[in-house]
């Protein structure tokens, strides 16, 4: 009975933790060129090119604990949008790549999508050209590459 107890608490604490984890840090962009998008918005048939034109977007789903396509070339100036198609698996996309940020004096990554919850979307406008690779915070072994021409 002591563990049946435990078992339910501690399946409410994961359903608690799973609704609000992205409320508080979905705000949270260090860059001007990241954006939240709501997933009213988001175009739920778009392809997932893995080359891009420039100033087009590039899609690239999360799914069954990874980044769909994991690896990505695209022209300066694209747009990647990330969308989060779990069904109860909150994720982020973080950038391994850091910058100064001058007001703090801090590294902080280039982008930090903070928690995205089910459903929701995080885009970030690549304006120079090289190598980004980035992970999931909350699942490390999660990780993928843009390549900027």
Same mark, same amino acid.
Request: net charge positive; glycine share 4%; hydrophobic share 40%.
């Given at each position: 009975?002591?563990? @049946? @107890?435990?078992?339910?608490?501690? !399946?409410?604490?994961?359903? %608690? ?10 705000? =949270? ?6 954006? !939240?998008?709501? #997933? ?6 778009? @392809?997932?090119?893995?080359? #891009?034109?420039?100033?087009?977007? +590039?899609? *690239?789903?999360? +799914? ?12 300066? &100036?694209?747009?990647? *949008? ?10 982020? +996309? ?5 910058? /100064?940020?001058?007001?703090? &004096?801090?590294?902080?990554? =280039? %982008?930090?999508? &903070? #928690? ?7 885009? %970030? ?20 590459? +843009? /390549? *900027?021409?």
């Amino acid at each position: 009975m002591k563990t @049946r @107890r435990i078992f339910i608490s501690l !399946m409410a604490l994961l359903m %608690f933790a799973i609704i609000f984890s992205g409320s508080a840090l979905a705000a =949270l962009c260090i860059s001007s060129n990241a954006t !939240m998008i709501p #997933s009213a918005v988001q175009n739920k048939d778009a @392809r997932t090119p893995t080359l #891009s034109q420039q100033n087009e977007t +590039v899609n *690239v789903t999360i +799914v069954n604990f990874a980044y769909t396509p994991s690896n990505i070339t695209i022209t300066n &100036g694209t747009t990647v *949008v990330w969308t989060n198609k779990e069904a109860f698996i909150s994720h982020s +996309v973080v950038s391994d790549k850091k910058i /100064i940020n001058p007001d703090l &004096g801090t590294r902080s990554p =280039l %982008f930090n999508s &903070g #928690s995205l919850s089910p459903g929701a979307s995080f885009a %970030f406008q690549f304006n120079t050209t090289g190598t980004f690779t980035y992970y999931c915070a909350e699942h490390p072994f999660m990780r993928g590459t +843009v /390549i *900027v021409t």
